[in-house]
């Protein structure tokens, strides 16, 4: 395999220690970058107060300085209330915030790191208190500014006809108002329409009149359509310009078509179908124009190894094409660590051999620390700046290139070395992060570490981009203005400046660039699949053009170029964009509706664009969507959503918002692991992809295993756990198992755990780096919402199988029948019950025949209550442990199955060792069966003739699930 040397990793574990309490005060991680070379050990320190809560974090390189330094403050410091609640958070890199909550737990009161003082108020007591309004002041000034009012709807006739009744029907925010109109039955949003405010305005909702805030709003409204089937998927969308968008659907729910209708004109195919496999995994997808994409899958792992997008043409067999096969492979743990596109040739120039191939190597920490890839041999030193498209597309000259990459010990990328032999385009980006905290600039802007904190505001926000271009944030820490060219009269500044909603979403990018005679503006509003751009210069409107783009496209994006006025010479009106894209989302290969190349693009590992090619210039001007599928900015920024980022340092401009999801340097890019993970709205690293380890085996020899699945970022499963979401715990009670039993019988599964499926989503993401506490909603939301509907399959499954799960009748029939036994004697009468007892039993001294005397009042019971009144306390405890052992000897072996058939192909793993540690083999299983002779064998505390593990091993066998499941001898 390639760049692997397994010594690299040897004796590099992750290790956490934990206080008397249970809690985590130490993270030690080992550092190595080459396999003989020295190991760094790395602690991150925690502390906590008397109640439990997490009072301070320090990473390994402030912890060093702060030994000599003691002005050197923790990553973070937390204060709480006295319910628990997080009342101040302090922050090297975000700065301090105050939040006080009301008596009902909602937050009240928030001070920001910037001053910022943000109240919401409430309805009253009386009412189901809602959200009624953020008032919000900036230090400086002494009055305060409403910047949002929620409308609720009443019970009127008019209301509840269009199902309103009880929601917010308008929303006044910080970009303008959006207006509910209308919701379906099952409460999707049928109409909404927005209107945003006057360039000029700034949002102050103050009094109540409406008709006067109406005069701060902009002329035009935007009214969205939707429709929606039974099951709340979306069928139909309109948008604000009458372009219609219709989607279909499997049997399974999953998408398998798509359709677009410009105004005024005849449907269009975007998707002709869909394939998956089994598990759900997309195994193909053919697009209207006649392009298809295959996905190939690592059987083991089922990680994605291979995208091949080919043009088809049955009328033309001779224009099919493979224009792009993209190759993936990994190391153990998932990193990627060469990427191959077989669609492309192998070139020759300047006696160097350059393949279209990129390989990385990481550290210990799965940090990327080097990559090859190719370039164009003119392409320069990355900057903010880019590179002009080779032009036409298929005569390059492209060279190899080599990069390297350093971190310090808080993780903060600080040094990009490139080296071009060929081109002797070879250079270093040095990166100065502060002494202080985890904030840094490029070092063309400083070389100190103390003045870098200078550089940023008390909130974290970056105030100087390069030299010469300066950034001004709003009152929300979003970016409002970059000075692209700064001039001595500031008002013929060229200057981009932004707008966002009230969620942090931007609805509006107005770039304005001056010249002492004229002024272009381009003004660039997003809407739902909408995006409608306008160039004006000082007199006249220069261009009009409206982006449709399709909201479910497979892997590709789509968007569809409609000019109503000033369209260009060199390109179609109506022109249909398919963006092909990689692993992480980049967009490699645009193609038009015929499958002909609009452009090809190849990226550095941190963003920033090593090959760019296109047909004509004009199409390639129209490419705005890039790297990790984000848009790119005049600035050279990255829009993420909730951040900007700057690939040429490879950086974020501000601290996460989120605070410590993604651990605590706020400003780190997806872990450093830029191949393997990608950010989808700029606050942590997206978690869907996330594998699943299920592990079996006695419980006290699986911790090692989940230790290994943690580290690679895995997912560690028991069954046990998916129980616990069914409220079905290691106790079980009669009354529990008659409930249960009775449920089953019904074809009703098992109630949902909410509480037990939060604990489960909890760790869910912990396997994935991500601390729960600090964790988004939305986040929090997400992982919550995949742990319930495993369960629920998990439930589903147990219906299904309920006659495995009936042990009262099981009991029932090998009770002997008065018939067919009757001239047995009485050891065989009760050969298959005793069989049952010496199985299932934990080696109580009762008699054999107390033993089947209590199975048999079982067997005819027909509540836990009539047993509490026939049986002895002591016999109670012995038929409930019992009972449990066979119930939970049969969700074991069912859940094996249930794991093979829902889980995305899971790395399976089954500790091959008995109670005490001794070895086993399956050829020793088959042939000692004890509960047939009698033989008991001691299992901790208590005897049995066979452990549920021994039992979960044979069943493992008998399914032929031994080729899917990976025996781990100890």
Known sequence: MKNIDPKLYQKTPIVNVQDNRGLTIRNIDFHRTTANGDTDTRITRHQYNAHGHLSQSIDPRLYEVRQTNSTIKPNFLWQYDLTGNSLRTESIDAGRTVTLNDIEGRPLLTVTATGVIQTRQYEISSLPGRLLSVTEQIPEEKTSHITERLIWAGNSEAEKNHNLAGQCVRHYDTAGVTRLESLSLTGTVLSQSSQLLIDTQEANWTGDNETVWQNMLADDIYTILSTFDATGALLTQTDAKGNIQRLAYDVAGRLNGSWLTLKGQTEQVIIKSLTYSATGQKLREEHGNGVITEYSYEPETQRLIGIKTRRSSDANPSDTKVLQDLRYEYDPVGNVISIRNDAEATRFWHNQKVVPENTYTYDSLYQLISATGREMANIGQQSHQFPSPALPSDNNTYTNYTRTYTYDCGGNLNKIQHSSPATQN???????????????????????????????????????????????????????????????????????????????????????????????????????????????????????LQVITVGE???????????????????????????????????????DSEGQIISEEEYYPYGGTALWAARNQTEASY???????????????????????????????SADPAGTIDGLNLYRMVRNNPIKYHDTDGRAPEIKDVEHTVIYGFSHHRGSEMGKAFAANKNPVTIDEYNA?????????????????QNL???????????????????????????????????????????????????????????????????????????????????????????????????????????????????????????????????????????????????????????????????????????????????????????????????????????????EIRHAYRKGYNSKINFIQK
Request: cysteine-free; aromatic content about 10%.
């Open 745 to 951: 019988k019904e074809d009703s599964p098992p109630k949902l755990n909410e509480k037990n499926i939060r604990i489960n989503s909890r760790k869910y993401l912990d396997a994935i780096g991500i601390k729960a506490d600090s964790a988004t909603d939305k986040i929090k939301q997400e992982a919550y919402e995949q742990q319930y509907a495993y369960t629920a399959s998990w439930s589903f499954h147990m219906v299904e199988n309920k006659g495995k799960l009936d042990i009262q009748s099981k009991i029932k029939n090998l009770l002997p029948s008065k018939g067919l036994f009757s001239g047995l004697s009485g050891q065989k009468r009760f050969q298959k019950l005793d069989a049952f007892i010496l199985k299932n039993s934990d080696g109580s001294d009762f008699t054999i025949q107390r033993q089947r005397d209590i199975l048999t009042k079982f067997a005819s019971a027909g509540n836990a209550g009539e047993l509490e009144s026939t049986l002895s306390a002591a016999d109670q405890s012995w038929l409930k442990n019992t009972i449990a052992t066979a119930f939970f000897r049969q969700t074991s072996k069912l859940g094996m199955d249930w794991f093979i058939k829902q889980l995305a192909s899971p790395d399976f793993r089954f500790v091959m060792a008995g109670y005490n540690g001794e070895k086993l083999t399956i050829e020793q299983l088959n042939s000692d069966k004890p509960w047939k002779t009698g033989k008991r064998r001691k299992e901790g505390p208590n005897e049995y003739a066979e452990a549920i593990t021994f039992s």
């Open 623 to 653: 490419k705005t969507i890039r790297y990790s599928g984000k848009e790119r900015d005049a600035t050279g920024l990255y829009y993420y959503g909730y951040r900007y980022y700057q690939p040429w340092i490879g950086r974020w401009l």
């Open 553 to 591: 496209a497979g892997r590709a994006q789509v968007r569809v170029l409609h000019w109503d006025s000033g369209k260009p010479e060199a390109i179609d009106n109506n022109q249909l964009r398919y963006s092909y894209d990689n692993l992480i989302g980049s967009s490699q290969l645009e193609l």
């Open 426 to 544: 070879n250079y270093t980006t040095n990166i100065t992060v502060s002494n202080r905290s985890n904030r840094a600039v490029l070092s063309t802007l400083t070389e100190d570490p103390a003045q870098v904190d200078a550089l940023f505001d008390v909130g974290g926000h970056q105030n100087t981009l390069i030299p010469g271009q300066n950034l001004n944030w709003n009152i929300r820490g979003e970016l409002q203005q970059v000075t692209l060219v700064k001039r001595d009269n500031s008002a013929n500044d060229d200057r981009e400046w932004y707008r966002y909603n009230g969620n942090g979403r931007r609805v509006l990018k107005v770039n304005e660039q001056r010249t002492s005679n004229n002024a272009q503006i381009q003004r660039i509003t997003y809407l739902p699949s909408l995006e409608l751009r306008l160039t004006q210069n000082s007199t006249t409107t220069t261009e009009d």
């Open 725 to 741: 979401g069914l409220g079905i715990m290691g106790e079980l009670s009669l009354s529990d198992y008659f409930r249960i039993s």
